[in-house]
């Protein structure tokens, strides 16, 4: 990790190097230091905007000379590819040098995202496009061995850079747009050799695919989510509480606050052990911990137990007369010998089982004691077990060990209301059962 | 017609005080040894004189089973019904020959048929003879399944009818039992069928729904519950019922536990769904049968009350051995048939028997239906020993065999008349789809190569115990014998167990196969040991070993069939031995390669043993439940 931080701090066309070489796999790694050097050299601005903070670090802070170009603010129209296509015609035709065209490459890149074009590929090309053709190219072994008009070539390493992050496959058209201003032996085309290497490689590692673009939609939102912490296929999700349409004639009421979706997930051996459940020993619902899906975070809680102390422990026989056909165990009196036992000697730590799990909108009590409750129909016999809230507070940090919190009393944050709150939530689950 | 019958049921009669000498005379021919030859096998052992020579029937059996055959065979042959027509009452005899097209399009038999079947006798083949049976052996009983076996619904109503829906009856039955119900199902009068798989419970006891509950008098069981897959379920009036019952142990609790009932359609409550649709033998009937508040009284409790599962595994396996008999005869007739169309059809001026690829196909079936034939009779001929020798995995391995060839060798007889036998023209299309169930009854092929090699080891670890102990705490003089063992055999061991030689068991043509076959049991014998010390009572779980030991097993015994039954042709001079012995060595050659590489497969460092990738590539399937490869044309750009 370290010598890939350092690369960057190499002022220079060490920099472009560095940049172009590090690829996706280190995307993460904070280029602060980089940007301040490029800042420093190419052009000092304000602070960047809080859209554009996320996006390459290559791009310097603006001069912003062309911001007219694209017109005000997005307050004003709609911020579409016409526009973008637009702007970047007019700068064609404004300026027939194309002086400046660094800049406004610069400038474009950070507004791709305002226009909603950041996943776009002809957009690139058109970038790519501003850039005049065969006056960066070098041509003789000199010009190749050093860098050949090092800014705009970073100005294109910037381009594919942002391409990268976001996901973007080059392709022979991007190749030929670069060839062509360029040359075969240029940093960014040697930027997009290895993109097009890695990319492919890397396109399917992901084993939790997840759709482009994540649906807008909560309760969809929550049912990937789902999906990706219950590995059982059989599993079946259920929403337990929509939110409460937004009312259209009145349009001063904004969905009721208490209406908070609750979307659930329990797989049939889940339930099963859930049927089986002592009623005596309380369950708990926990949570909320954060899984994050791409860029977005969702909040979930789990239904479970403590693990049975062994005292309690039934050894599962199999009874003798059970298979019709053949011994399911065979009288010998030696087991599997030491050369082909392949379980790892792992130190296990037994966790309670897990009963149910469920991502809602709100992560107060009242809202998951209504998927307890919804739990309940399928679950007829959580009706007579007392639920017990073990819920960290929003602002805390989530919980991350339970085991912890078995010893203490509940953490939420007015000790003796939430005491009163659990009581009278379970009397009220008996009451029901 | 039913004269006939009668007059077999006398023949019968008559010829029994010759088989009242004959069984007592048999134990002469065989040692009387109790020890089981598959079992045997797992220790490297050959227990000759369970296996040789190859069980023979005095002539006096021969001729009393050749008097039932004959009609049998005239009823179920084509020429009987061509010569049934030109005799006396033509008509009604043309109806009920068997008509296997017929019955499968209908998915019915003809009540003239069944009649017919029943006039013959065919009911009660082994049922005893005090209770209005034939009362067959096994391998008479085994012989008439060679014929009964042309046509699959009969051979499967049959079936049902008294390999397992009477079976219970004269196993455990008491004697009131059989008097009252025996006559009338051997005649034919009443149909018997086998109830025990539910919804839930294909061959878990455990799950059984179907309850019987004793009522307040204690005069009945109140039974309650339903049954699906039943043959015979429409037509049956007697029931061999399952049902989980409350028993009182002797500590005093109660336990569910399983009880066996006779049941008979009369006691009310009894109802049946329509007949299932199936893909072969459609002439069956199958179909889900309910009981609602069924009154049994309890003097039609089978056995003991929670003494069911032993009588339902005892049912189970005692049917399995008359599959080999049943599926030789059928595939006897298929080679009959596909040989006319091979001579006679012409490709390229030459007729299709000319062609290499068509020989093999006859040389396989023929191969096999002679190897499942020797392996049927050799079990049936075990069986028939005084002193009910337990001979179930015999049997089971006897079906796995016989069931997979009868698949295989159908399906080569179909793709020997190309295009032909695909149409519903030709029988052939027919007998594939009824050969299919045979891989499933009767205990799945997988299901049962599981109780062979489990049977088998037990047995042979029950006897190893001292040794594997020995050998797990480091007895020196234990390990260093077994390595001495190890090195010699890796340096070529001679194996001899006295098969071959002079007044060897088997006959000196068949030397080399018999060398061979030695020299895989004894190396069987091994990797037992080593899978035994290897794996212990955790085998169970090592699902694919256990077929493997199951292969190799199936195996051993049908070539110990063969080279015992051509011994006997080639000294006793029946016609065509020299045929039979070419067909023994050939099939023992096959066979010690196959084991070979199955033992190889069996060594946990060999190349051949896949087994870890096996399981990890169904893991990975299994956990995204599809296909998970990338379609060949996709791309990554």
Partial sequence: ?????????????????????SGAASSQVPRQPLRHIHLGAAAPGPAPTPSSSSSSSLVPRPPVPHEELFGPGSEAGPQDKARFVQAVRAFGQRNAHRRGHVDFIYLALRKMRDFGLERDRAAYHLLL????????????????????????????????????NHGVMPNRETEFLLLQVFGKHSHPMRKLLRMRLWFSRFRAANPFPLPRPLPRDPLRLAGLGLRRLEPDLSARITVYQTPAPPDSTDSTLSPEPDRPHIV?????????????????????????????????????????????????????????????????????????????????????????????????????????????????????????????????????????????????????????????????????????? | MSACGRLLRSAARSCRALAAFTSSRRPLRTSPSGRAFAKELFLGRIEKEAVFPFPEVSQDEFDEISQFVGPVEKFFSEEGQRSTVSARDSAWDLRASVDSRRIDLE???????????????????????????LGLSNTMYARMGEIIGLDASIAVTLAAHQAIGLKGIILVGSEEQKAKYLPRLASGEHVAAFCLTEPASGSDAASIQTRATLSDDKKHFILNGSKVWITNGGLANIFTVFAKTKVDEADGSSKDKITAFIVERDFGGVTNGKPEDKLGIRGSNTCEVHFDNTQVPVENVLGEVGGGFKVAVNILNSGRFSMGSTVAG??????????????TRKQFNKPLSEFGLIQEKFALMAQKAYVMESMAYLTAGMLDQPGFPDCSMEAAVVKVFSSEAAWQCVSEALQILGGSGYM???????????????????????????????????HAGRLLTARVK??????????????????????????????????????????????????????????????????????????????????????????????????????????????????????????????????????????????????????????????????????TS
């Fill in chain 1, 1 to 21: 990790m370290s010598w890939v931080r350092a690369i960057p701090q190499i002022r220079g066309w060490r920099g472009i190097v560095g940049a172009a070489f």
């Fill in chain 1, 129 to 164: 496009d501003v850039f005049p053709k065969d006056v960066f190219r070098a041509r003789s072994f000199l010009q190749r061995l050093f860098v050949h008009y090092p800014r705009q070539q970073e100005c294109g390493v910037a381009v594919l850079e942002q391409m990268e």
């Fill in chain 1, 264 to 433: 659930g997930i329990q797989s049939p051996e889940q339930q099963e052990a859930l049927g089986r459940h002592d009623p005596a020993r309380p369950v708990f619902v926990e949570g909320p911990f954060p899984l994050w899906l791409r860029d977005q975070c969702v909040h979930y809680h789990v239904l479970r137990a403590d693990p049975l102390p062994p005292e309690y422990r039934v050894a599962e026989e199999t009874p003798e007369e059970r298979n019709l056909y053949y011994p399911m165990q065979l009288d010998l009196e030696y087991g599997r010998g030491p050369w082909d036992d392949y379980e790892f000697d792992i130190d296990e730590v037994a966790e309670g089982p897990v009963f149910a799990m469920c991502i809602a909108g709100a992560r107060d009590q009242a809202t998951l004691a209504r998927w307890v409750q919804g739990l309940q129909e399928t679950n007829p016999t959580l009706a007579g077990i007392p639920v017990l809230f073990r819920l960290a507070s929003s602002t805390r940090e989530p919980l991350d060990s339970s085991s912890e919190l078995a010893e203490q009393p509940p953490p939420s944050p007015p000790p003796p209301e939430g005491r009163e709150e659990q009581e009278d939530n379970r009397r009220q689950q008996q009451g029901q059962g």
């Fill in chain 2, 107 to 133: 998915g019915k038999i003809p009540n003239e048929t069944l009649e017919k079947l029943k006039s013959l006798g065919l009911f009660g083949m082994q049922v005893p003879e005090e209770y209005g049976g």
């Fill in chain 2, 330 to 343: 059928m595939l006897k007739k298929i080679i009959e048939m596909t040989a006319e169309y091979a001579c």
């Fill in chain 2, 424 to 458: 519903r023209d030709y029988p052939y299309e027919r007998m594939l789809r009824d050969s299919r169930i045979l891989l499933i009854f009767e205990g799945t092929n997988e299901i049962l190569r599981m109780y062979v090699a489990l049977t088998g080891l037990q």
């Fill in chain 2, 470 to 635: 020995e050998l797990k705490h480091g007895n020196v003089a234990t390990i260093m014998e077994t390595i001495s063992r190890r090195l010699w055999d890796t340096l070529g061991r001679n194996v001899d167990m006295g098969l071959t030689g002079k007044l060897g068991a088997v006959h000196p043509s068949m030397a080399d196969s018999a060398v061979k076959l030695e020299e895989n049991v004894y190396y069987f014998g091994r990797t037992v040991e080593t899978l035994l010390i290897r794996f212990g009572k955790t085998i169970v779980e090592e699902q694919m070993v256990l077929k493997r030991v199951a292969n190799i097993l199936i195996n051993l015994y049908a070539m110990t069939a063969v080279l015992s039954r051509a011994s006997r042709s080639i000294r006793s001079g029946l016609c065509n031995h020299d045929h039979e012995v070419l067909l023994a060595n050939t099939f023992c050659t096959e066979a010690y390669y196959q084991n070979l590489l199955a033992l190889s497969q069996l060594d946990k460092y060999s190349p051949e043993n896949v087994d870890e990738q096996i399981k990890k590539l169904s893991r990975q399937i299994l956990e995204k439940r599809a296909y998970i490869c990338a379609h060949p044309l996709d791309r």
